[in-house]
């Protein structure tokens, strides 16, 4: 399972490196974050999606404080907006980084709560679209 979200990692690594700007990388992000969302919704709601969501900013924003003002306020009243704000204010490095420990981070929690079987099977849909990169790119645009 680990190595699902990993895959992911190298497609935001390589955005940065091709001087993809931070704020397309922040779309990229949201647009990841909104299949995520899809994916997990049926199964444990649209505020256990949430709970997870704000678990995982807690836990990323130890080591990107960027995501110090992405608090339970901002995040009841923008949701991912907050996020791809945040992101977009970075430099696409930072913004690759941290978008890849929170999707890292966001996996721990739920393995945590599910096991990695179930996990990787809810989320293997989002890490086989996204992994590739350009059907991530072409999905926003």
């Not at 990229?28 to 678990?55: C, K, N, Y």
């Not at 721990?108 to 590739?132: F, K, Q, Y």
Request: aromatic share 4%; glycine share 6%.
């Amino acid at each position: 399972m680990q190595a699902e979200v990993q895959g992911v990692q190298p497609m935001f690594a390589r955005l940065a490196a091709e001087s993809a700007d931070a704020a397309r990388i922040a779309e990229i992000a949201v647009s990841i974050w909104d299949d995520v969302g899809e994916a997990l919704a049926p199964i444990i709601g649209q505020s256990g999606v949430g709970a997870l969501f704000r678990r995982s900013i807690y836990l990323t924003r130890i080591a990107h404080p960027c995501l110090q003002v992405v608090d339970e306020r901002a995040l009841a009243s923008g949701g991912l907006a907050v996020l791809q704000t945040v992101l977009a204010q970075q430099d696409s490095t930072e913004a690759a980084a941290v978008n890849a420990a929170l999707l890292q981070n966001f996996q721990e929690v739920l393995i945590t709560l599910i096991g990695a079987s179930l996990t990787s099977r809810l989320l293997r849909p989002v890490w086989e679209i996204t992994s590739s990169g350009d059907a991530a790119q072409e999905k926003i645009l």
